[in-house]
């Protein structure tokens, strides 16, 4: 059954190839909708983003921009990262199409309350606008199917030592999700290890359709700060989730207590995995992802960027 979702992301080179491997399965998965939020970079540039990518492989969608800043802290954009584009690399066109009027909290409601089956949210940026919306339709959690996310870590950071960014950018949003009682996948940095590409995978990209050739241009200035450092991968970090909806059967995983520390001196953001024995039923709110198939992860993503310039 095709599943529906709408996907959550601040523009942002591995969001980008999250939503290109989404769109390369139209048998399996419906997008209803992006909703877009200050993360990587400020929202009005991960929107732009994003309707300049979507220009540039000749798709439409509905998008809803969120909001500009986490619900307590300041935006902590990522130029090195990202870029001061948020999505610094490649050329991209002039956007042909534009953001919705409403505000994504409003386009979820609306979507939700409109789809007969639940809806799946694909979280791949920080919470802000999925907080807000469990806080203001709480009687709408029943059409949500599940949030499955990028954000958090076992026991490794990369903002911080103990944290990880989506997490990190807006704490409180996290712990209002986290708490929320709604079904919660998690990948978090250990399992987005898994999910790499190498830097040769990245170069064989080149030439070979221009929707390949788009994602090669992204790629290469993603992996530059992996490359820099000696590294032969980089994390696709937001691709996970999808993956894990497209093949569970590549991941190991377990149920799991998560808690979310929203301020301290060193651990703002870190998501606090219970892994002491005799943890509660009532307390395992998270379907942990702990590893994946690489070698099958990364022919899946690739089978599909090729499939997009064929189709
Ligand atoms: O820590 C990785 C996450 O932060 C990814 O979602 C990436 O896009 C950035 O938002
Ligand atoms: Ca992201």
Not at 167 to 180: L, T
Not at 251 to 257: C, K, L, N, T
Not at 295 to 306: H, M, P, R, S, T
Request: glycine fraction near 6%; proline fraction near 6%; charge should be negative.
């Amino acid at each position: 059954m095709k599943r529906k979702i709408i996907i959550d992301c601040d523009p942002g080179h591995d969001d980008i190839m999250a939503i290109l491997l989404s769109l390369a399965h139209p048998e399996e998965i419906e997008i209803l909708g992006y909703t877009t939020v200050c993360g990587n970079q400020l929202v009005e540039k991960v929107t732009r983003n994003l309707c300049q990518v979507l220009t540039a492989i000749h798709r439409e969608g509905k998008i809803a921009v969120g909001y500009d800043a986490p619900l307590y802290y300041a935006p902590d954009p990522q130029p090195l990262a990202h870029g001061e584009s948020g999505l610094d690399g490649p050329q991209l066109p002039e956007a042909k199409i534009a953001p919705l009027a409403i505000h994504a909290v409003d386009f979820l409601k609306q979507q939700l309350e409109q789809s007969e089956e639940p809806v799946t949210l694909v979280a791949l940026a920080p919470l802000t606008n999925l907080a807000v919306f469990l806080k203001t339709y709480p009687q709408l959690k029943e059409k949500i199917a599940m949030i499955t996310l990028m954000g958090g870590a076992i026991g490794k950071g990369n903002i911080l030592p103990k944290a990880e960014f989506n997490i990190y950018e807006d704490p409180h949003a996290a712990k209002i999700v986290f708490e929320s009682g709604v079904p919660i996948v998690m990948s978090g940095i250990e399992v987005c290890d898994d999910c790499s590409i190498l830097h040769s995978e990245i170069d064989a990209l080149k030439g070979s359709g221009p929707i390949q050739d788009l994602a090669h241009e992204i790629l290469q200035f993603f992996s530059r700060y992996s490359r820099e450092r000696g590294k032969d991968r980089s994390p696709l970090f937001d691709v996970a989730p999808i993956m894990h909806l497209l093949h569970p059967e590549y991941f190991i995983s377990r149920p799991a207590s998560v808690q979310v520390e929203v301020a301290g001196q060193y651990t703002r953001g870190m998501t606090v995995v219970d892994q002491r024995e005799g943890v509660s039923q009532k307390q395992l709110n998270t379907e942990l992802l702990l590893s994946c198939d690489r070698e099958k992860f990364i022919q899946c993503f690739l089978e599909g960027l090729a499939w997009l310039d064929k189709n």
